[in-house]
Antibody, heavy 120, light 111 residues
Framework: QVQLVESGGGLVKPGGSLRLSCAASGFTFSDYYMSWIRQAPGKGLEWVSYISSSGSTIYYADSVKGRFTISRDNAKNSLYLQMNSLRAEDTAVYYC?????????????WGQGTLVTVSS | NFMLTQPHSVSESPGKTVTISCTRSSGSIASNYVQWYQQRPGSSPTTVIYEDNQRPSGVPDRFSGSIDSSSNSASLTISGLKTEDEADYYCQSYDSSILWVFGGGTKLTVL
């Protein structure tokens, strides 16, 4: 079955860096766009970044532009998020999600999430 | 740019029907499809409605979606409420200029 498994979260100091990974299985990874979406503790969902199926097109939310870098390795069925210059407000559960292209653009399924805590 | 606004919380009794709204701040609600995600406590979101009113396979027909141009809003209606429906629900839309936008989420309590 389709599965997305995130890893790499943890506790990091403000200004520090972290690299998240998302391992995909159960589908042809290279056929799908992917995104990272985050959820601060007790808060709602915030889209963070998008990467096209080939990796040639990338978008970021304004809140992370210039600090985060999304990438993918289709040979390894993996998605990544390099997070630099981390701030307290980046504390959240980070989900990777497979993109759906139909009459609209949405996400299904989502991984279980990995918690990133930015604190001194 | 637009925002999607949802009520913070709603509550209803088992067996009843509840409707959760998602109001678009500017531009027509009909301009871009709306999706609805359910997030049970401690779990990741799952899709219950896509493209305004379509149900993924496996989602009970107790879940339905609609849009109302007069109020510029989308709605998620859950009939025959069950305790397992207790969750947070998020609406989401896509626009080529702002990309993906989520509503703030609505906590549904089934009491």
């Amino acid at each position: 079955q389709v599965q997305l498994v995130e890893s790499g979260g943890g506790l990091v100091k403000p200004g520090g860096s972290l690299r998240l990974s998302c391992a995909a299985s159960g589908f042809t990874f290279s056929d799908y766009y992917m995104s990272w979406i985050r959820q601060a503790p007790g808060k709602g969902l915030e889209w963070v970044s998008y990467i096209s199926s080939s990796g040639s097109t990338i978008y970021y939310a304004d809140s992370v532009k210039g600090r985060f870098t999304i990438s993918r390795d289709n040979a390894k069925n993996s998605l990544y998020l390099q997070m630099n210059s981390l701030r307290a407000e980046d504390t959240a559960v980070y989900y990777c999600a497979r993109g759906v292209v139909a009459a609209s653009y949405w996400f299904d399924p989502w991984g279980q999430g990995t918690l990133v805590t930015v604190s001194s | 740019n637009f925002m999607l606004t949802q009520p913070h919380s709603v509550s209803e009794s088992p067996g009843k029907t509840v409707t959760i709204s998602c109001t678009r701040s500017s531009g027509s609600i009909a301009s871009n499809y709306v999706q609805w995600y359910q997030q049970r406590p401690g779990s990741s979101p799952t899709t219950v409605i896509y493209e305004d009113n379509q149900r993924p396979s496996g989602v009970p027909d107790r879940f339905s979606g609609s849009i109302d141009s007069s109020s510029n809003s989308a709605s998620l209606t859950i009939s025959g409420l069950k305790t397992e429906d207790e969750a947070d629900y998020y609406c989401q839309s896509y626009d080529s200029s702002i990309l993906w936008v989520f509503g703030g989420g609505t906590k549904l309590t089934v009491l």
